[in-house]
């Protein structure tokens, strides 16, 4: 992700993450992968328990458009190389 927004929004996230108290028995995990301008990675893992704090931060992420490529493969494929889309929906709200 690019954009200063985003990437500010990450660093609060890694701000706040670093200060809970790390249990390795909860279920949920964040990984955060930094790509310096030098060449060098920067890589953490924080276990935690989802509560509604974390959720506010990763809404806000979650809604950046190079979050959205990364976490859903389909936008990264050009529609020239889509032969054929099948869409369905069930509701009781459609014939």
């Known amino acids: 992700m690019k954009s200063p927004e985003t990437i500010k929004q990450i660093i609060d996230l890694h701000n706040y993450l670093i200060n809970l108290k790390q249990n390795q028995d909860d279920i949920s995990s964040i990984y ?5 301008k030098d060449g060098s990675v920067i890589k953490r893992k924080y ?3 989802y509560t509604v704090k974390e959720e506010e931060y990763l809404n806000k992420i979650s809604e ?3 979050f959205k490529i ?3 493969d389909i936008l990264r494929i050009e529609p ?3 032969k054929d ?4 929906i069930k509701t009781k ?3």
Not at 32 to 36: D, E, G, Q, T
Not at 85 to 88: A, L
């Open 80 to 82: 020239e190389h889509i």
């Open 93 to 95: 709200y459609l014939n």
């Open 64 to 66: 950046d458009k190079d």
């Open 32 to 36: 955060i992968v930094y790509k310096l």
């Open 85 to 88: 889309v099948q869409f369905f």
């Open 70 to 72: 990364i976490e859903y």
């Open 47 to 49: 276990k935690i328990d």
